[in-house]
């Protein structure tokens, strides 16, 4: 499949898709929500894949915020959609996904940007980065559900302050706050992504997977955590994973997972 606004590299296991509108700074047009939708779902269903490297093109933005110039045909009805069928189709998607994503921030995450780098489950961020969510600067607040993923990223304080400030804060004050795993230098960025995902696709990709929907499960309302995980505790017993697993401990040799 090819797409028009993103391009799709694979390195062994690890699928990268990058974000490639780089004369808008990467912005999220609906075109590009539609193609990210269609590249997570065939990164999740293809067996090839282990783990996924979502960046943007360029040196300057990893995504500069939704398509701003978009939003001068919307109404209250389709801002609403917009917003609805963009969460649903990606930014819950990434994070309820199967497989895990890494966000390689490689420069200006702002609005969508930072909601999109939110959703996947494991930040880095080059030092030089620039995140926020500038949202009320137009007159709006975040709507890919960034009100959400940084309250329980950063508190309700921080949440709060970066919201209603609207300020842009450095990838060493992210790194601060618990909005990102790590800061890097530029240079170091996708190695350091890399090494992080090939870590995780050398454990069970089916207790990966369990262990994404339990984590996931304590952010959900009306859905309690504690009986998600003991749900998927049992269901890894009847895996082969976990039965390479206790052979391959017992046997003092290293694990061969084949996701069964
Ligand atoms: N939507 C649409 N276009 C965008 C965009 C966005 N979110 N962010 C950047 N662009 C476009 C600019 O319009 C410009 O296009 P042009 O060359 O056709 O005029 C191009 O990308 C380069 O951006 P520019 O503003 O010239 O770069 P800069 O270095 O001066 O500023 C930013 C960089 C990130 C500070 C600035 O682009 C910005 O504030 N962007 C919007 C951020 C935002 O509010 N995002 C939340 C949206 S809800």
């Known amino acids: 499949m090819s797409f028009q606004n993103l391009l799709i590299e694979h390195k062994e296991r690890i699928q990268y898709i990058i974000i490639n509108r780089e004369s808008k700074l990467n912005a999220l047009n609906k075109a590009t929500i539609a193609e ?3 590249a997570f779902n065939e990164a999740f269903n293809n067996p090839a ?3 996924i490297i979502l960046t943007g093109a360029g040196p300057k933005a990893f995504v500069a915020g939704a398509d701003i110039a978009e939003f001068t045909e919307l109404n209250g009805e389709s801002g609403r959609e917009l917003a609805r069928l963009g969460q649903s189709t990606v930014f819950d998607f990434i994070e309820n996904g199967s497989k895990p994503v890494i966000a390689a921030i490689n420069g200006f995450a702002l609005g969508g940007g930072l909601e999109l780098a939110m959703a996947c489950h494991i930040r880095v ?4 980065a620039k995140m926020g969510l500038p949202e009320v600067t137009l007159g709006l607040l975040p709507g890919y559900g960034g009100t959400q993923r940084l309250t329980q990223l950063v508190g ?3 949440a709060l ?9 450095t990838a060493a004050e992210a790194y601060q706050y618990g909005l990102v795993n790590y800061a890097v230098s530029p240079a170091d960025l996708l190695s350091k992504a890399e090494e992080i995902l090939n870590k995780i696709l050398l ?10 929907t339990a984590v996931n499960a304590g952010t959900k309302d009306g859905v309690n955590g ?7 505790f049992g269901k890894c017993f009847k895996t082969k994973d976990l039965q390479e697993g206790i052979a391959a401990f017992l046997q003092k040799r290293k694990p061969e997972f084949k996701g069964e």
């Open 156 to 158: 309700k304080g921080k």
């Open 36 to 38: 990210l939708h269609t």
């Open 125 to 128: 961020a080059a030092e030089t």
């Open 203 to 212: 454990r069970a990709p089916l207790a990966i997977a369990a262990a994404i």
């Open 49 to 51: 894949v282990g783990g």
């Open 226 to 232: 504690f009986e998600t995980e003991i749900e998927e």
């Open 161 to 169: 302050e970066m919201i209603m400030t609207a300020d842009m804060i």
